[in-house]
């Protein structure tokens, strides 16, 4: 086994990896693994800083399931706040581990950024629970803003990735497509 394993490049490992770790952590399989974030070259994929809902975008505003200010802090460590001067924690330092990126099954490939990256809880506060799984469209655009959407324990990435294709319905405000803008920025989409 080690000698057939030895045989096997460095990208075959890497794609093998990137399917087991696909394969365990809820994502479909078979799903493109292929698939990068559009932000690998940024340092912490822009996850690193202070982003508020967006005021200027109703649906996003009055979605209950929206925190009113995430905290980053280098891709790691995730804070969720009610109100948008962060005063009401939700959940504060909660740890996270990357788990790899996957394509939005609404908008991609015609939008080849349309990218999730995922996110998985490592820390075991009660209060962090219900952000197990974490998906973001990691900040892109101009002004930067970016999309999340989490879910707790009985969720998965599977789950949040098909929010995508959630039939309209302005009373559930589905399709979630919570927008979150860096600090200080309003009316960022």
């Known amino acids: 086994m080690i000698q057939q394993l030895s045989a096997l490049t460095v990208g075959a490992i890497a794609t093998l990896s990137t399917g087991l770790l696909f394969g365990l952590s809820g994502v479909a399989l078979g799903q493109d693994t292929d698939v990068v974030s559009p932000n690998a070259d940024v340092p912490y994929m822009g996850v690193d800083g202070v982003f508020t809902l967006d005021t200027s975008v109703p649906s996003s505003l009055n979605d209950p399931r929206n925190p009113g200010r995430i905290t980053f802090t280098e891709m790691e460590e995730f804070s969720f706040y009610r109100d948008m001067a962060g005063n009401d924690p939700i959940a504060e330092s909660c740890q996270y581990s990357y788990q790899g990126a996957a394509p939005d099954p609404f908008y991609y490939p015609e939008f080849q950024t349309s990218?999730?990256?995922?996110?998985?809880?490592?820390?075991?506060?009660?209060?962090?629970?219900?952000?197990?799984?974490?998906?973001?469209?990691?900040?892109?655009?101009?002004?930067?803003?970016?999309?999340?959407?989490?879910?707790?324990?009985?969720?998965?990435?599977?789950?949040?990735?098909?929010?995508?294709?959630?039939?309209?319905?302005?009373?559930?405000?589905?399709?979630?497509?919570?927008?979150y803008c860096a600090e200080g920025v309003t009316a960022c989409d």
């Open 115 to 179: 990218v999730w990256d995922l996110f998985e809880l490592t820390s075991d506060d009660p209060a962090c629970a219900g952000f197990e799984y974490v998906a973001l469209r990691s900040p892109h655009g101009e002004p930067i803003h970016m999309h999340v959407r989490y879910g707790g324990e009985s969720s998965g990435f599977e789950e949040l990735l098909q929010m995508s294709l959630a039939e309209a319905d302005s009373a559930e405000i589905n399709p979630w497509w919570s927008l």
